[in-house]
């Protein structure tokens, strides 16, 4: 499994997908947040806060993760490989654990550099150091388990084509669904007294609590349950190829 986990982070970091991923993903957010003259500006708020970052990093990743994640399975299918990579050694949850972690490590180093925003910032309160600490690495922390969820969600949506672009889109929209749809269906207050748990299922509600700076048990078992349950879906359709 670490051999395999070792190639995977090879074949990210000795392409340009890797690097690709890292510096869209700080460019984006600098431009937001340093340069263009919006509302998540922090030189125009005039406040020492963070909370552009953490608005607009979960739509970045939203298309970002996707396209780290559309080749795990769909390469290994269209290439014929899958069925060498399956009669190794090692089980299908094994193979599974080394394919995601190798995203989620690459999620974990794009969010490393933000971390010089976060010294800068803290440089720039009045006095220095005058911001939420509390609440930045709990949306920080946030933030990474989003990335992981919706790498789970990507490696499920490559294990079930061949076809990387349709892979991509595939996870795009799940991930998409499952971060804002419940919130969209929860605010038009159809269900009534179901509506809250609607609301629940959804991403971006325990985001926001994490968000918060209080890192509640069941946001923590909210996350780990749907990585739990993207993997397992992963699995069975690997398992499939068997019956």
Same mark, same amino acid.
């Not at 795990?72 to 990579?85: N, P, V």
């Not at 930045?136 to 990507?154: K, M, Q, R, V």
């Given at each position: ?33 340093? &340069? ?183 946001? &923590? ?23």
């Amino acid at each position: 499994m670490l051999a395999l986990f070792r190639k995977e982070i090879s074949s990210f970091l000795s392409s340009l997908t890797g690097y690709l991923v890292i510096i869209v993903f700080l460019l984006v957010n600098g431009l937001f947040l340093w &340069v263009f003259p919006t509302e998540f500006n922090i030189l125009d708020f005039g406040y020492a806060n963070l909370d552009g970052l953490f608005i607009i990093a979960p739509f970045v990743f939203l298309f970002l993760v996707p396209a780290v994640t559309m080749r795990s399975f769909a390469e290994e299918r269209k290439s014929g490989t899958i069925e060498m990579l399956l009669t190794k050694p090692l089980t299908e949850m094994q193979i599974i654990w080394a394919k995601y972690l190798a995203a989620v490590t690459l999620v974990l180093f794009s969010l490393l550099p933000t971390l010089v925003y976060f010294i800068t910032v803290y440089r720039l309160g009045l006095p220095p150091g005058n911001l939420d600490s509390g609440g930045i690495w709990g949306a920080y922390i946030g933030l990474f388990f989003l990335g992981a969820s919706f790498a789970a969600i990507g490696l499920f949506s490559s294990s079930i084509t061949d076809n990387q672009i349709l892979s991509f889109v595939l996870a795009v929209l799940l991930s998409g669904f499952i971060y804002a749809g419940f919130e969209f269906i929860y605010s038009l207050s159809l269900f009534g007294p179901v509506d809250l748990f609607i609301k629940q299922l959804g991403i971006a509600s325990h985001y926001s609590s994490i968000s918060r700076g209080v890192v509640d048990t069941r946001d &923590v078992v909210y996350f780990s349950s749907l990585i739990a349950l993207f993997l397992g879906l992963t699995k069975l359709v690997l398992a499939s190829r068997k019956w």
